[in-house]
């Protein structure tokens, strides 16, 4: 599996253009190697910029004068300690040195007049060898990576060739070379449907749409570009298994509470007066009878990843719970025993319960919620 570099016109693939933003992205935030530049380096820039506007602020100079010394001083020290690593690592070191070093130089030299003053050195040439050093060592360590063939070599191939993109820009044959690392990389995933007995078959159109959901979304996502999910595959890595045990809705239990009520003086508010006997006033009475109403539905989802020797990888649960309560107040008995705080509970409208597929779907979502963030958190680090 050789790898070479030939010189080519035409632009690199879609795929290639597509992806290597995402991994340089990774790569730049991962390799401490590639944060050379230090704040003095900054620093040094912002007085190149003032100096653009006026090439003659004698203070700026001698700034920049002592500033590039002091700068260069330092990328040299740093580039006779490299400290004993691969060799890759090592060339990428020299090369980042090199390079911010010429970039101090070419900064000096936009400046009018200013590399008389200053006398910047050109590394140009110890740049491009360190370049074309970088260049070889990376094109040997990913035909090597490839050869192995395993995913985590190949992975670190394809982060090499991606490098080596960088050094030499427009080279069609990396195109290939890029595809075929990741290509050995990739882990492909699918999930299967829900499995449901008999008793959820009623909720089929939600459970296909809950699936649905969740396949769109993880392929969706941003998620790795090693990870390939779909629905089917001929050789799955990993294959995702979703079993709904358990889903009952509005199981409904009752609770009633009866309380009596008396009124020794039963006066409506309309003045009427009440019944009298030879021995005086009869009280008013009613009972008064509050049913509460408790509807619990709960939804079971379990998962096993198998992975591609049929062994099970992970095995997960995932539960989800609706509470639905009403509470109706009734009496019987004499009206005017009532206080006005009775009449009012009295007033309180019926709530009517969801129905049986807007409680399912309400299930359905919380396992869908669960099921992706344990999905997700699980391949973000692939």
Not at 106 to 117: C, E, F, K, N, V
Not at 352 to 362: F, G, H, Q, R, V
């Amino acid at each position: 599996m050789k790898i070479e570099i030939r010189k080519a016109d035409r632009m690199l693939s879609y795929i290639t253009r597509i992806l290597t933003p995402v991994i340089c992205i990774i790569f730049l935030q991962c390799s401490s190697q590639k944060n050379i530049q230090q704040p003095e380096d900054n620093s040094f820039e912002k007085q190149i910029n003032k100096l653009q506007k006026n090439p003659r602020d004698e203070k700026t100079i001698s700034s920049v004068s002592k500033q590039y010394k002091s700068l260069q001083q330092s990328h040299l020290v740093r580039l006779n300690e490299v400290p004993p690593a691969t060799l890759t690592n090592k060339n990428e070191i020299i090369y980042e040195e090199y390079k911010a070093l010429q970039q101090l130089y070419i900064s000096i030299q936009s400046i009018p007049g200013l590399a008389i003053t200053v006398k910047p050195v050109d590394y140009s040439e110890e740049l491009n060898t360190a370049k074309e050093n970088l260049a070889k060592t990376l094109i040997s360590e990913s035909e090597n990576l490839l050869n192995n063939g395993d995913k985590a070599s190949c992975r670190k191939s394809y982060y090499n060739l991606l490098k080596l993109q960088e050094l030499r820009p427009g080279v069609p044959y990396l195109t290939d070379k890029l595809k075929e690392s990741l290509q050995c990389a990739l882990i492909n995933i699918i999930i299967h449907e829900p499995v449901t007995d008999a008793k959820h078959s009623h909720y089929n159109t939600d459970i296909r749409e809950f699936y649905k959901a969740i396949l769109q979304n993880m392929q969706n996502q941003n998620t790795p570009v090693f990870i390939s999910i779909g629905s089917e595959s001929p050789d799955p890595d990993e294959s995702i298994k979703l079993e709904l045990t358990q889903f009952d809705i509005g199981i409904i239990t009752k609770d009633n509470n009866s309380r009596d009520a008396v009124n020794n003086q039963p006066y409506t508010s309309g003045g009427r007066r009440s019944t009298t006997s030879g021995t005086g006033t009869t009280p008013a009475s009613a009972t008064i009878t509050t049913t509460r109403t408790l509807s619990n539905s709960t939804g079971t989802l379990k998962m096993e990843i198998i992975g591609r020797n049929q062994n099970v990888i992970d095995k997960q649960e995932f539960a989800a719970t609706y509470e639905w309560n009403s509470e109706i107040n009734t009496y019987t008995g004499d009206r005017r025993a009532l206080t006005a705080n009775d009449r009012s509970q009295l007033r309180n409208p019926v709530k009517n319960p969801p129905t049986d597929n807007e409680i399912a779907s309400i299930l359905l979502k919380q396992l869908k919620e669960k099921i992706l963030s344990y999905l997700q958190s699980r391949y973000a680090g692939f």
